[in-house]
């Protein structure tokens, strides 16, 4: 079996369409509004919004596709690297755990999807999450893919579960919750595995957090994750402690998300002007 | 009378305004608008897919560019998204234009269970002119106004199925609803 599969190569039927953070930056449109009436500006996936079912739905969706390439990261973690020199077995242990998780994830977001009314493929699938997988070096991946993308599934669990809880639907709560307790073990694993592999390794540590902070940026692109009520998407504090994040690695990942939010909107106003 | 679509050509989005004008008059056709002068004016500078009617001569349909897109292959038109959107606001029009809805509130004072009713009524009858629509979808936004409940379920079911309510009759359905929920 092949190893190190580049993101262009991985198994999807014609019901998916793939699209590249490339492609999504290319959109010159904005969901966020530059009115600064709280009203208006209020863009966090809650029930009380107007759009609420649509917007849960396509996030639903968006955990869907994140699951699966979750499932594919770890496996490839698994399999890439040789066992010993270059990975221990209890990594690979943690990675094939995390494989049974992330495979359930994606039965269970497919379910939940039906019950919202989705279609598997109705959105386009970013691979923005696989890309993070594929550095040749498993402690990067640990940091990109257990500590960032694990990290936001977090914050995206934390968002749907009260989504869930706030309307009454008991089926997302629970099922939300679930999951959330699994990805804060999946993080877990990734704080952990990082400091071992890299306790007499400075320089690798260093790497592999700049990584992760890049990760962290891309994630965060045009706002969509923050602690303001202006992004869709809410930033997890507690769970993220929970899952071995210290106060200041949660407080450089808010005020990179506010300065990601601050950005686009900046950039809105720039095209408003520009056409006006 | 006549059909506008605006903008003729996008800068945003990959849509096409003579396909749009193509459909809006098919439909038109459909719900007996005829004899309405009507303009739709595409947003194509938000992915949101919000809609809006100014009654007037003509009556204009504002529409943000989301309402008609491909979520699948963002920036591209949709055909069944294009026509089920155009198909509930011109239902609604045409609704809003009957003596059966002169109690509805205006739109901006409609709530969110209130919406939830008319959306469901408007999507039940675009179903029956072989207009394809995932039922799940407003199911789940029904109850996600009216509650996950039988109770919710069974006012759906009630005006999904139904082609001569009333406003009226719709908020009696939907406050009945609520009542057995508690």
Redesign the interface.
């Known amino acids: 079996m092949r190893k190190f599969l580049p993101v262009e190569d991985l198994a999807r039927d014609e019901r998916?369409?793939q699209?590249t953070m490339n492609?999504?930056m290319a959109?010159?449109?904005?969901?966020i509004t530059t009115d600064s009436r709280p009203s208006r500006a209020a863009n966090r996936i809650v029930?009380?919004r107007?759009?609420?079912?649509?917007a849960a739905?396509?996030l639903m969706h968006g955990i869907f596709v994140g699951e699966i390439q979750a499932l594919e990261g770890a496996g490839r973690t698994c399999w890439d690297f040789t066992t010993g020199s270059e990975a221990p077995f209890e990594l690979k242990l943690d990675m094939a755990r995390q494989c049974w998780d992330e495979a359930r994830h994606v039965e269970i977001s497919c379910k939940l999807s039906?019950?919202?009314?989705?279609?598997i493929?109705?959105?386009?699938e970013n691979t923005v999450l696989f890309q993070a997988a594929c550095s040749n070096d498993p402690v990067l991946r640990l940091a990109g893919v257990n500590r960032a993308l694990e990290g936001l599934a977090i914050d995206v669990f934390t968002t749907m579960k009260e989504f869930g809880e706030v309307?009454?639907?008991?089926y997302l709560e629970f099922a939300e919750d679930w999951m959330l307790a699994d990805e804060v073990t999946h993080v877990k694993m990734g704080s952990d595995w990082l400091r071992k592999i890299t306790e007499n390794d400075p320089e690798r540590r260093k790497k592999a957090l700049d990584f992760q902070s890049v990760v962290d940026k891309l994630f965060s692109y045009g706002g969509t994750r923050s602690e303001s009520q202006e992004s869709p998407i809410g930033l997890a504090r507690r769970f993220r402690e929970l899952a071995g994040f210290d106060d200041q690695e949660i407080d450089v990942i808010a005020d990179l998300s506010l300065a990601a939010l601050e950005e686009r909107k900046a950039a809105v106003l720039e095209?408003?002007a520009a056409?006006n | 009378m006549t059909v506008e679509v605006t903008p003729q050509t996008f800068t945003?989005?990959s849509f096409d305004s003579a396909y749009i004008l193509r459909i809006a008059q098919r439909l038109i056709g459909i719900f007996g608008l005829e004899d309405q002068n009507i303009r739709i004016d595409i947003n194509?500078?938000?992915?949101?897919?919000?809609m809006h009617v100014e009654f007037g001569d003509p009556i204009v349909i504002n529409i943000q560019?989301g309402a008609f897109e491909d979520?699948?292959?963002?920036?591209q038109q949709s055909e069944p998204a294009t026509t089920q959107s155009l198909g509930r606001i011109l239902l609604k029009v045409s609704d809003r234009l009957s003596p059966e809805f002169a109690d509805a509130p205006a739109d901006e004072d409609l709530t969110?269970m209130q919406?939830a009713i008319w959306e469901t009524y408007c999507v039940g009858r675009l179903s029956r002119h072989d207009i394809e629509i995932?039922?799940?979808?407003?199911?789940?936004?029904f109850?996600?106004r009216h509650?996950?409940n039988d109770a919710s379920d069974r006012a759906f079911e009630k005006i999904w199925n139904s082609d001569k309510l009333t406003w009226d009759q719709l908020q009696s359905i939907s406050d009945t609803a609520v009542a057995l929920a508690q």
């Open positions: 998916f369409n699209i492609d999504r959109d010159q449109r904005t969901a029930p009380s107007a759009d609420a079912s649509d739905r396509g039906d019950w919202m009314g989705s279609e493929g109705e959105y386009a309307a009454g639907d008991q095209a408003q056409l | 945003f989005v194509e500078t938000t992915p949101l897919g919000k560019s979520f699948s292959r963002p920036r969110l919406v995932n039922r799940q979808r407003w199911l789940y936004n109850r996600n509650g996950f």
